[in-house]
C-alpha cells in the first residue's frame, strides 16, 4: 500500500513539474485562459527594468511580503506568479467575484517594459489596470 502511495505522489509531482496542462486545469492553476484573452488586453508600457516593474506590481498586492508600506490602496492578491515567464495572476478585485483572475503579463521590449492586462471579466480587468498603471505611473515615466 506505501508504495502506491508512493507511487501516485511520484506521478503527480512529475506532472506538475513537467507542466502538463491537463493537471495545471484539475488543480486550478492554468493560465491559458488568460493567454487566449491577451487579444483584448489593456497594454501599457513603462521605462523600468523588468525586474523593477515585476515588483512593483508584486508591491500592490495584499499577500506579498515584499508589499509597499507606503502604498495605501492594495488592489489585488496574488494567486500565482512565474518571473521566469513573465507573468502574475492577481484575483481579489473589488467589485467582482473573489475568484476572478486578472493576468499581469510584462514583457522586456526596447526602452522598458510593456504589461498587458487580460482577463475573462472586462470589470475586473479595468479594476485592475486602472489601479495598477496609476502606481506604475507614480514611479516610472510611460513609454
Known amino acids: 500500500m506505501k508504495r502506491n502511495?508512493?507511487?501516485?505522489?511520484?506521478?503527480?509531482?512529475?506532472?506538475?513539474?513537467?507542466?502538463?496542462?491537463?493537471?495545471?486545469?484539475?488543480?486550478?492553476t492554468s493560465t491559458r485562459h488568460l493567454e487566449r484573452a491577451r487579444a483584448?488586453?489593456?497594454?501599457?508600457?513603462?521605462?523600468c527594468t523588468f525586474r523593477e516593474c515585476f515588483d512593483a506590481v508584486l508591491s500592490l498586492s495584499r499577500n506579498e511580503?515584499?508589499?509597499d508600506p507606503k502604498i495605501g490602496e492594495r488592489p489585488f492578491e496574488v494567486f500565482?506568479?512565474?518571473?521566469?515567464?513573465g507573468y502574475i495572476v492577481v484575483m481579489g478585485i473589488a467589485g467582482n467575484i473573489e475568484t476572478t483572475e486578472v493576468g499581469i503579463f510584462l514583457t522586456e521590449v526596447t526602452g522598458g517594459?510593456?504589461?498587458?492586462?487580460s482577463s475573462l471579466s472586462s470589470s475586473a480587468k479595468e479594476k485592475a489596470a486602472e489601479a495598477l498603471f496609476r502606481e506604475l505611473s507614480l514611479r516610472?515615466?510611460?513609454i
Do not use: P, W
Not at 5 to 28: N, Q
Not at 40 to 47: H, N, P, V
Not at 80 to 85: G, L, P, S, T
Open 40 to 47: 483584448e488586453a489593456i497594454t501599457r508600457g513603462y521605462d
Open 113 to 117: 517594459t510593456k504589461i498587458e492586462l
Open 5 to 28: 502511495f508512493f507511487h501516485v505522489i511520484l506521478a503527480l509531482s512529475l506532472l506538475t513539474l513537467t507542466g502538463c496542462e491537463t493537471f495545471k486545469v484539475i488543480l486550478g
Open 80 to 85: 500565482i506568479k512565474d518571473r521566469v515567464k
Open 140 to 142: 516610472f515615466n510611460q
Open 65 to 67: 511580503v515584499m508589499a
